[in-house]
């Protein structure tokens, strides 16, 4: 899961929601990647955060991140990244 820390709308921020994740026997196991512009990598990781990625960033920095655990968990799969999303953050 992608998580950004600053939420607009509803009652829940990224904290809440990464708290509520990794306090449940059901979903603790789903690995959480926080994308935010808040500067608090060491919050984020003592929460439970897989990684913590600080806008702005390369978009190849996401997927590194989610292909590194996946294949450190003996898993295979494929990132795919939509095309306006590509044009919207070229470098």
Same mark, same amino acid.
């Given at each position: 899961?992608?998580?950004?820390?600053?939420?607009?709308?509803?009652?829940?921020?990224?904290? *809440?929601?990464?708290?509520?994740? +990794?306090?449940?026997?059901?979903?603790?196991?789903?690995? %959480?990647?926080?994308? $935010?512009? @808040?500067?608090?990598?060491?919050?984020?990781?003592?929460?439970? *955060?897989?990684?913590?990625?600080? +806008?702005?960033?390369?978009?190849?920095?996401?997927?590194? %991140?989610?292909?590194? $655990?996946? @294949?450190?968990?003996?898993?295979?799969?494929?990132?795919?990244?939509?095309?306006?999303?590509?044009?919207?953050?070229?470098?």
């Amino acid at each position: 899961m992608v998580l950004d820390i600053l939420l607009e709308e509803g009652e829940m921020d990224g904290w *809440a929601i990464l708290r509520e994740l +990794k306090g449940s026997a059901d979903l603790n196991e789903i690995p %959480v990647f926080v994308s $935010t512009a @808040l500067d608090e990598r060491e919050k984020g990781i003592s929460l439970g *955060a897989k990684d913590y990625l600080v +806008k702005p960033y390369k978009p190849s920095q996401l997927s590194k %991140v989610i292909m590194h $655990t996946l @294949l450190s968990n003996g898993k295979q799969g494929h990132i795919l990244v939509p095309q306006a999303f590509h044009e919207e953050n070229k470098d």
